[in-house]
């Protein structure tokens, strides 16, 4: 039987190989792409093994769940968050993270704002938008966002990197594409609206990363084509 670590080390080799394919057929550089390694549910001795491949950068989405891993772990790995922000918890979190994916209102990025003031820090943060308008998932309908990410982007100590999100779920990869072209069309039109740059689209995990790459992506979230199937649901499947 294959040593687990073998496994997930080689898991990240061909990970990281067909971000690299899907890089070249559409002429970009793999340098412009991250792989957030989806670690939720997963142990930290899985992660030490991630961490002995040469992988530093993380998600996780359950401040609980991540706050003893990150305690054992190196302090020169990266960690994003990926799941719902819950705001009772952000002071714990904004120190231990150094982006948040998902911030999906307003109100939630004031929030952060008021936080990160007192805390003396300037998070990172990825908008989500509910790109397919699904009842089922949060985030700015494309309308909403055109018209509140002016205030947002006035909040002084949030860095906003970008746009994520979810797509639909479809049958094949491909079906995500023209949703992740939709996210990269309203990022270049936010751009162009409040004329400052928003470099990065959080899209992309295991089943159709190579498609949001191809795409435009620059952080894709990709757990179980690393360390196997999870056993079960978590916050939205975020990554």
């Given at each position: 039987m294959p040593d687990p670590s073998d496994i997930i080390a080689a898991n990240l080799s061909r990970v990281k190989v067909r971000i690299a394919g899907a890089c070249r057929r559409s002429g970009r550089d793999p340098a412009g792409v991250e792989l957030i390694a989806v670690s939720k549910t997963i142990p930290a001795d899985a992660l030490r093994e991630a961490v002995e491949a040469g992988h530093a950068l993380f998600g996780e989405s359950r401040l609980q769940e991540a706050e003893p891993?990150?305690?054992?772990?190196?302090?020169?790995?990266r960690w994003h968050f990926i799941g719902r922000v819950q705001r009772n918890k952000v002071r714990r979190m904004l120190p231990m993270f150094e982006a948040i994916h998902g911030v999906d209102s307003l109100r939630l990025a004031e929030y952060l704002n008021g936080v990160a003031a007192e805390l003396g820090l300037f998070p990172k943060i990825f908008l989500q938008v509910n790109i397919g308008g699904e009842q089922t998932k949060g985030g700015f309908e494309p309308e909403e966002i055109m018209r509140e990410a002016g205030e947002i982007l006035a909040l002084p100590r949030l860095e906003v990197m970008g746009l994520m999100c979810i797509p639909p779920a479809g049958r094949v990869a491909e079906d995500a594409r023209p949703w992740f072209a939709a996210l990269r069309g309203l990022r270049d039109d936010l751009e162009k609206k409040y004329s400052t740059p928003l470099p990065s689209l959080s899209m992309g995990m295991s089943g159709d990363f190579e498609v949001a790459v191809e795409e435009g992506a620059t952080h894709?979230?990709?757990g179980s084509?690393?360390?196997?199937?999870?056993?079960?649901?978590?916050?939205g499947e975020l990554g």
């Open positions: 891993k990150i305690a054992l772990l190196p302090g020169s790995l894709v979230r990709v084509s690393i360390f196997g199937a999870r056993a079960y649901r978590v916050d």
